[in-house]
């Protein structure tokens, strides 16, 4: 996969980027009818590509050396795309063995503009480009057969299309150097992909939702045997509903960057300042990323909040496992335990997609808004509601 500036810098500070698939809360799942490779290919045939979508991506490699130790290098981002203007947004957060970088961008005019540890630069570049610097593939891919070991197709009970693509001896070590082997393990000596699955899911609708991909591989270093234990994550939302806004005093300031080429690497801080590291929990890994990533601050009873246009703000009650959007005198209340949401005397239930008598069609809009706010503030953090709810089960 072709490198741009971004990922240079990247690749500088050895940063990996995946994130390991969840797969704590295993749902219930019936097979397809009909040949499950057959079934997948003409789902990328049908696929519905949205004009407008938003990308969380998650990755790890996690190494194991000879006497035990591990060394773990992460990323996790999230980019937002406007396919039609070719304008994007994206955010990274890396730790590469204890050390953290942060970087955020724009992209518009065929340039990216990117604040990286503090030192800004802007880069002339393809809006496909853009999206090589997730480091992952961000639409699926076609399987020729021959590259396949087996193909399984299950539903969800949500309606959704789980294909699960095992690759064989003879392609799985060309496909992850091709697609996903940024770092280069498959480029060592004796380096052999000892296991590779991609496992792709569509809505019923035909829309591409996901995709995770695991990857085990054996390499000899400076004389050293390792294993390299690779997984990612991709997950698709806001489809066609998102965008980008750049102000004017956004633009001024983005004609400060100097060129990519100009920059001095001596200046580049080594860390962001702060410990980026999971907590034990979830929520608590939660709770540090909003105050430390995205600037909550703390109130009374352990709760964090965030106000902006003096009127509106979100909180983060983790004694009550809530979400809560307020705009004036208006409260949103989502509940990630059970999964649903109020507002007065109207109570929504996504798992059961069932409405309380008291909800109007554009209360019940609003709500599935809010929870989305949750989704975005998660992501933003390198989690997602299934690992916060897998939590409390």
């Known amino acids: 996969m072709k490198k741009t500036g971004l990922t240079l810098i990247c690749a500088l500070l050895l940063a990996g980027c995946t994130a390991a698939p969840d797969e704590s809360a295993a749902e219930k799942t019936v097979p397809l009818e009909g040949d499950a490779y057959t079934l997948y290919t003409e ?25 035990e130790t591990l060394s773990l290098y992460s990323m996790d981002g999230v980019l937002e795309s406007d396919a039609v203007n070719e304008t994007a947004h994206l955010t990274q957060h890396i730790a590469a063995n204890g050390l953290n970088s942060n970087m955020e961008a724009y992209y518009y005019d065929e340039t990216l503009f990117n604040e990286y540890n503090g030192i800004t630069y ?36 949500a309606g959704n299309h789980i294909y699960t693509i095992v690759l064989n001896e003879e392609s799985r070590q060309d496909y992850f150097k091709s697609h996903y082997d940024f770092y280069g393990t498959s480029g060592f000596d004796q380096a052999e992909v000892t296991y590779g699955s991609v496992k792709v899911t569509f809505s019923q609708e035909g829309t591409w939702l996901s995709e995770s991909a695991e990857f085990i591989t054996d390499f000899v ?37 100097v060129a990519a080429k100009d920059i001095d690497t001596s200046q580049i801080a080594d860390d962001t300042g702060y410990d ?57 209340v ?14 929504y239930d996504f798992g059961k997609d069932y409405a309380t008598s008291e909800c109007k069609d554009s209360t019940i ?21 299934e690992d916060l709810q897998s939590e409390n089960s």
């Open 334 to 347: 989502y509940s990630w335990q059970g999964d649903l949401i109020s507002m007065g005397a109207c109570t």
């Open 365 to 385: 809009e609003k709500m599935k808004d809010v929870r989305n706010y949750l989704l975005m503030e998660l992501y933003y953090c390198g989690l997602s509601l």
């Open 221 to 257: 270093y400076e004389e050293q045997p390792i294993k390299a234990a690779y997984t990612s994550e991709v997950s698709v939302f806001n489809q066609d509903a998102t965008s980008i806004s750049v102000s004017d005093e956004m633009k001024q300031e983005h004609q400060t960057y």
């Open 122 to 157: 802007y880069e002339n570049m393809t809006f496909d480009n853009v999206k090589e610097i997730m480091l992952v593939p961000l639409k699926p891919y076609a399987f020729p057969s021959q590259l396949t070991e087996s193909v399984t197709a299950v539903k969800d009970e």
């Open 276 to 332: 980026d590291s999971p907590e034990e929990t979830v929520s608590a890994t939660f709770r540090k990323r909003l105050i430390n990533r995205l600037g909550y601050e703390e109130i009374e009873g352990g709760a964090v909040q965030m106000i902006y246009n003096t009127n509106e703000g979100y909180t983060v009650d983790f004694a009550n496992k809530t979400f809560i959007y307020s705009n004036y005198s208006i409260n949103y």
């Open 43 to 67: 789902e990328l045939k049908n696929e519905k590509v949205p004009d407008t979508a938003s990308y969380s991506v998650r990755c790890e490699y996690r190494f194991t050396f000879p006497d």
